[in-house]
Nanobody, 125 residues
Framework: QVQLVESGGGLVQAGDSLRLSCTASGRTASRSAMGWFRQAPGKDREFVARIRWNDEETYYADYVKGRFTISRNNAQNTVYLQMNSLKPEDTAVYYC??????????????????WGQGTQVTVSS
């Protein structure tokens, strides 16, 4: 079992930056791929970014590529999402998610059985 707790959300203006954190606990947390997803009001949840556990290879959705950076600190079981050049359309609840141990993960939600409670990011124009 893996427990996830996100933090770092808030209200910012367009063009600002924000860094989200997700701290994982559980015996296999350091061997899980970690992903960030988001859900805007009235929309389905969508993939944002993923980082693998072994080689830290990253993968991004096109709409955040070049603006967002996912990273992890395995010693602290923490994954980060650095968000730069924020846009109003980035407004959403952001969720951290983890795969089972030794899985690489992808952009598909079904590969992530563990989810955090979410943190709100609001970008004003």
């Amino acid at each position: 079992q893996v427990q996830l707790v996100e933090s770092g959300g808030g209200l910012v203006q367009a063009g600002d930056s924000l860094r989200l954190s997700c701290t994982a606990s559980g015996r296999t947390a350091s061997r899980s791929a970690m992903g960030w997803f988001r859900q805007a009001p009235g929309k389905d949840r969508e993939f944002v970014a993923r980082i693998r556990w072994n080689d830290e290879e990253t993968y991004y959705a096109d709409y955040v590529k070049g603006r967002f950076t996912i990273s992890r600190n395995n010693a602290q079981n923490t994954v980060y999402l650095q968000m730069n050049s924020l846009k109003p359309e980035d407004t959403a609840v952001y969720y951290c998610a983890a795969t089972l141990a030794d899985q690489y993960g992808s952009q598909w939600e079904y590969e992530y059985p563990y989810w955090g409670q979410g943190t709100q990011v609001t970008v004003s124009s």
